[in-house]
């Protein structure tokens, strides 16, 4: 597996991706990458984009690791697509208080790399934004995805193949008030900016630990948090498939595959190669 993800690195630095020549609308989505993660950020984009009839704009976010001459390299790779600096976002968080205001999302910031995708992405910033992980792939064009980046309401998500919150289900309720959906998972996540109450999630973040100690699921539980008893764009589970098996990966069936825990075996072994 190793050895193929080796491969996998060395693939990646010969994908270009070419918007589709039409006049269809330009989509956006975000990524949270880095260095480490380029090979795999690079192919799920890759994949959407040869999926998808629509031009896409890549947002990506450095998670720290991105110098500029990386940066320009991946620009060459991928066009159509914006870097946000960790210079820029660490400047745009201070002007706006961030470290005074929320000290418990301010340190979970400087040790835990998954809350920037809550926190970079959508602090102090406005409108609905669509967040993607990296080990990830696309197998056919995801239409309720699209349909989804073309009118945003309400959040959108996947689903999980268990409820993976790290917290009780009970304990996250009686925080929030409000009743959380079961199996989300933030593989996929739309939430709009500028309805997030940062000193919701500074409160429950806190509160959680404070019981129950850290969790590598306490993004996933917060994102569960603020969607809440919200109405929601879900994506059908049998076509976008967490935890795929590798019967699903060699037939590659359904839309994607987000392959995480022992499936990143198929993915490094079988997906990307046919991608």
């Known amino acids: 597996m190793l050895r193929a993800e080796k491969q996998m690195k060395l693939a990646s630095k010969g994908i270009f991706i070419k918007s589709?020549?039409?006049n269809k609308r330009i989509l956006e989505v975000?990524?949270?990458?880095?260095?480490?993660?380029?090979?795999?950020?690079?192919?799920?984009?890759?994949?959407?984009?040869?999926?998808?009839?629509?031009?896409?704009?890549?947002?990506?976010?450095?998670?720290?690791?991105?110098?500029?001459?990386?940066?320009?390299?991946?620009?060459?790779?991928?066009?159509?697509?914006?870097?946000?600096?960790n210079d820029e976002i660490e400047e745009r968080l201070k002007a706006n208080l961030f470290a005074e205001k929320y000290p418990f999302l301010h340190h979970k910031r400087e040790i835990y790399p998954h809350i920037k995708k809550l926190?970079?992405?959508h602090?102090?910033?406005?409108?609905?934004?669509?967040?993607?992980?990296s080990d990830m792939l696309f197998w056919r064009q995801p239409e309720e995805m699209l349909a989804w980046l073309k009118k945003p309401k309400t959040p959108f998500y996947i689903l999980d193949i268990e409820s993976a919150y790290g917290f009780p289900l009970k304990e996250m309720e009686k925080l929030t008030g409000s009743t959380i959906p079961k199996q989300i998972n933030v593989g996929i996540i739309g939430l709009k900016s500028d309805e997030i109450d940062f000193h919701n999630l500074e409160k429950w973040g806190k509160a959680l630990e404070n019981q129950y100690g850290g969790n590598y699921y306490l993004e996933q539980a917060l994102s569960a948090m603020l969607i809440g008893d919200q109405t929601s764009v879900v994506g059908d589970k049998d076509e976008y498939i967490v935890y795929p098996s590798e019967t699903q990966v060699k037939h590659e069936e359904g839309i994607l595959h987000h392959y995480v825990a022992v499936s990143k075996k198929w993915y490094f072994n079988h997906a990307w190669q046919k991608i």
């Open 30 to 85: 975000y990524f949270l990458t880095g260095k480490r993660f380029w090979h795999q950020t690079v192919f799920c984009a890759y994949s959407l984009q040869k999926k998808t009839d629509h031009p896409i704009k890549f947002i990506f976010f450095d998670d720290g690791s991105l110098s500029k001459k990386l940066i320009l390299s991946y620009q060459k790779q991928v066009p159509n697509s914006v870097f946000v600096m």
């Open 123 to 133: 602090f102090a910033a406005t409108g609905w934004k669509l967040v993607l992980d």
């Open 20 to 22: 589709p020549k039409n």
């Open 119 to 121: 926190i970079d992405v």
